[in-house]
């Protein structure tokens, strides 16, 4: 089994940069991009969505976040990575919540990072706890955005679920980068699809889409919000946030929004505690639940009062350096005839898509990043 990680790495040991706005590819492999088959986002949903750009001085990427308190920002983990080893510096980043990103021939001055918090047990080898913090300079007013709670009750196959990025729009053209935050509606899929396109899954922590045909998300939506409705329609929660796509044998390029090709994301709930001893939050003030979403598939039900959490987070670096400038899930598709299945992650580079190979004992990770 291939193990594909669509990351918002900047660079890796063979990984190009190059000029922003252009997306390089392998001899024999296509650039994979994110937000498939949605729509761009209105003025009045996904308001607390953030855009995270990310710039060392030389190259940089970007994924995207949710606003979880006034000054927090939940992402994923591999978005604070350049490669597999080295990561950015709280410095690096500059944060909007924004629906409209800057075009792909400018860098973005936003909100400014203090701090940034992986995962204690996140792996860059295998995209298990796959979440992070970024503690903002300054507060996001409550006129700009109001922060989206986390949903900690139960799911199923049955429950409506909906992505949203800032990645690519069209999986066969590598300069399709959204101009505005883009939405699509996904099902869940049940956990032996999950096992079987993946082989690091890990039930408790997440969860996988069922492998809807032309819907996905992709490159630059890594660390985005997979949101679900709470009492009504017009109220959503996270359930969970972008981390990676899987390939199969028929599907080797690891195309997004491809038939029986799941996207992996990280489940949040079990994640409660620590976001909210890191970040200093009250935990119940950050979490919300009741009973909509419920129903559905057994076999995809979320599992209940586990964790791998830990009170401890990773060592972070800091820098005084400045920058100079609708579908319902429903049953899953195990009827795929594929049985081998790779994960890519799902952040951007904003210079370019490189896809990076890395051998890992048996398997093999293929990292999709847009540079700049």
């Known amino acids: 089994m291939q193990l594909v990680a669509i990351l918002s790495l900047a660079a890796l040991a063979s990984a190009k940069v190059i000029p922003r706005g252009k997306f390089a590819k392998d001899a024999n492999e296509s650039a994979v991009p994110r937000i498939i088959g949605g729509r761009p986002a209105s003025t009045t949903e996904f308001q607390s969505t953030a855009y995270l750009e990310m710039y060392d001085g030389t190259s940089g990427s970007i994924c995207t976040g949710s606003l979880i308190a006034p000054n927090v920002i939940l992402t994923a983990g591999h978005c604070l990575y350049k490669d597999q080893t080295r990561r950015y510096l709280a410095a690096d980043f500059q944060v909007g919540i924004t629906h409209a990103p800057p075009p792909p021939s400018q860098l973005f001055k936003g909100i400014s990072v203090t701090q940034v918090i992986a995962h204690p047990k996140f792996s860059m080898s295998d995209l298990v706890d796959d979440i992070a913090l970024l503690i903002l300079s300054e507060s996001v007013p409550a006129t700009t955005a ?120 990280t489940y949040i709930a079990p994640y409660l505690p620590w976001i909210a001893e890191m970040a200093n939050l009250d935990v119940k003030s950050i979490q919300i639940t009741n009973s909509t979403s419920s129903g559905g598939d057994e076999d995809s039900s979320s599992p209940s009062s586990r964790s791998r959490t830990s009170s401890k987070s990773r060592n972070t670096r800091t820098s005084t350096n400045t920058r100079s400038t609708d579908t319902e899930g429903d049953s899953a598709t195990d009827d795929s005839s594929d ?29 999709y990043s847009l540079l700049f």
């Open 146 to 265: 109001t922060p989206i709670k986390i949903y900690s009750g139960s799911y199923k196959t049955s429950t409506p679920i909906r992505a949203a990025g800032f990645g690519l729009t069209d999986p066969l053209d590598d300069t399709s980068v959204a101009s505005q935050l883009m939405v699509v509606d996904l099902g869940i899929g049940s956990q032996s699809l999950c096992q079987k396109n993946s082989n690091t899954y890990d039930p408790k922590t997440q969860l996988c889409t069922d492998g809807t045909a032309g819907k996905d998300t992709c490159q630059g939506d890594s660390g985005g919000p997979l949101i679900t409705p709470i009492d009504s329609s017009a109220n959503y929660a996270l359930l969970g946030l972008t981390s990676y796509g899987t390939t199969s044998a028929s599907n080797p390029q690891g195309l997004c929004a491809v038939k029986g090709s799941s996207g992996f994301y």
């Open 339 to 367: 049985s081998e299945s790779s994960h890519h992650s799902h952040d951007s580079h904003s210079s370019g898509a490189s896809r990076v190979h890395a051998g890992l004992a048996a398997a093999s990770i293929v990292i």
